[in-house]
């Protein structure tokens, strides 16, 4: 499965939704390589480094790492998140500039 095939199989808001967040880690990641992990849309760099997806109820942007998630929680103050992840609406996405900064983080992180 190809990322592309993935976010075919998801309804229009929740696709347009994934693709706005794929663009914003692809410019703030433009070395890293999108991949599937666990059947899930994720970029590789230095390892993992970002994810995303769709479940019934939401999307996710997958960050990997519980760090990273404690060391930006004021910033996602008001998101639902749990160690390595961060739960929004198709309609209420994730704030590009927020986005970005975390990618950032993670690469930081993996050693980029």
Not at 31 to 51: D, H, T, W
Not at 85 to 96: G, H
Request: charged share 25%; with cysteine; proline share 4%.
């Amino acid at each position: 499965m190809t990322i592309d095939q993935y976010l075919a199989g998801l309804s229009d808001d929740k696709r347009a939704a994934l693709q706005r967040l794929r663009k914003t880690i692809k410019a703030a990641a433009p070395k890293a390589e999108e991949c599937i992990s666990y059947q899930l849309p994720a970029f590789r760099q230095n390892g993992m480094l970002v994810g995303f997806g769709a479940t019934a109820n939401h999307c996710a942007f997958y960050l990997m790492s519980a760090t990273t998630v404690e060391a930006y929680k004021e910033e996602l103050e008001g998101y639902d998140t749990s160690k390595g992840t961060i739960r929004f609406q198709a309609d209420d996405p994730l704030p590009a500039a927020l986005v970005r900064k975390l990618v950032k983080a993670r690469i930081a992180e993996n050693g980029g």
